[in-house]
């Protein structure tokens, strides 16, 4: 089978790889999509991504595909159900001298019936990261779309993630960054009732696709001096939540000067530096600094049901589509900031 694979740092390559074989508590599945992730498919690219360091790797984890065989002991799939985030490769595994990159991008993949494998004594499956976030994708409003549920994925992670910021409503919210993380934290901000949203971000098509979403006021940081004193002055002297969707180390000073008094930092960003920049005198007692958990499992159906129902606007979101065959010339284009979301379609 096909399989898109980081052979270095900074290559990419199309081979073909033996498919999986599914064991009695897996189901084998033909991956219809998977989407590109802006942050964590580039740092490992890139190799500047901390979980895999070994190449060549099979690349991908948004994926949704259809169930085609199921093992003996599988109780929670059956033949032609939907499903997400089947990989190529499991974690932590090797076949054909290649690695997990968790493997979303190619023509096959596993998924794992950790229920099953619960009930059948295995009492850590529970807590099984992959297995939790392979999940069966709903048809309770009719036969479901496919970049609608591949959108999902990262739509699902973000839902769950703000949560974590604590209730939002009443508040004054500001997020920074335009990419997927943080236009679809601006919607679920307002959706959560927010008083006030402003988006931080540099390009000004996607600052006005923030305010047609959800911001009431937008930041163009190539445009000001002052950041947080622009956000600040927005919101009338300080906002009550920043949530950090951008990954630039200079975020979390960002925050504290524009931050009021009790108020939240919540970062879902990843800094490829590995630290924020800080200093004793830009540090208050009297902000909170958190890292929300991202469980997309969480709040996948709801996200799915909040398209399919026209609260999200689908099209907006994910604009790019492209053959799996182009799959190289996908990332160049991400690469350039050309693109919101994209998914291939194998």
């Not at 190449?55 to 199921?70: D, I, N, Q, R």
């Not at 109780?75 to 690695?99: I, L, N």
């Not at 409503?169 to 335009?178: D, E, N, Q, S």
């Amino acid at each position: 089978m096909k399989a898109l694979i980081v052979t270095e740092q900074h290559t990419l390559e199309l081979r073909d790889i033996s498919p999986p074989e599914p064991g009695p508590y897996e189901a084998l599945v033909k991956i219809l999509a998977c989407a590109i992730c802006g942050t964590t498919d580039r740092e490992l690219i890139k190799g500047t991504q901390p979980y895999n360091k070994q190449y060549p790797a099979v690349l991908g984890h948004e994926s949704v595909g259809e169930v085609v065989e199921v093992g003996d002991k599988v109780t929670s799939f059956k033949k032609g159900d939907w499903v997400t985030r089947a990989t190529a490769m499991p974690g932590g595994r090797m076949r054909d001298g290649v690695y997990s990159c968790w493997g979303g991008f190619a023509e096959y993949g596993i998924v794992s019936d950790r229920i099953a494998r619960e009930a059948d004594g295995e009492a850590n499956a529970k807590y099984d990261y992959t297995a939790l976030r392979q999940n069966v994708v709903p048809t309770t409003r009719g036969a479901p779309d496919l970049a609608q549920a591949t959108l999902s994925i990262s739509l699902g992670e973000t839902a769950s993630w703000i949560r974590g910021a604590g209730p939002l409503g009443g508040k004054r919210v500001c997020v920074a960054g335009t990419g997927i993380a943080g236009l679809s934290c601006a919607l679920w901000a307002k959706l959560a009732g927010a008083k006030a949203v402003t988006v931080t971000g540099r390009r000004k098509v996607r600052l006005d696709l923030a305010r047609d979403l959800a911001a009431d006021h937008v930041v163009n940081v190539k445009e000001v001096d002052d950041v947080a004193g622009a956000i600040k002055e927005l919101n009338g002297g300080g906002v009550d939540v920043f949530c950090e969707a951008v990954g630039q180390k200079d975020q979390l000073r960002i925050a504290m000067g524009c931050l009021g008094k009790n108020g939240v930092a919540a970062i879902y960003g990843v800094v490829p530096e590995g630290h924020y920049d800080m200093d004793s005198a830009s540090f208050r007692s009297n902000v909170t600094v958190c890292t929300p958990m991202a469980e997309e499992h969480l709040a996948f159906d709801w996200a799915l049901n909040m398209q399919q129902r026209g609260v999200i606007p689908t099209e907006k979101l994910m604009t790019h589509q492209w053959p799996f065959a182009d799959a190289v010339k996908a990332f160049e284009q991400v690469d350039r900031g050309d693109v919101v979301k994209g998914m291939l379609v194998m």
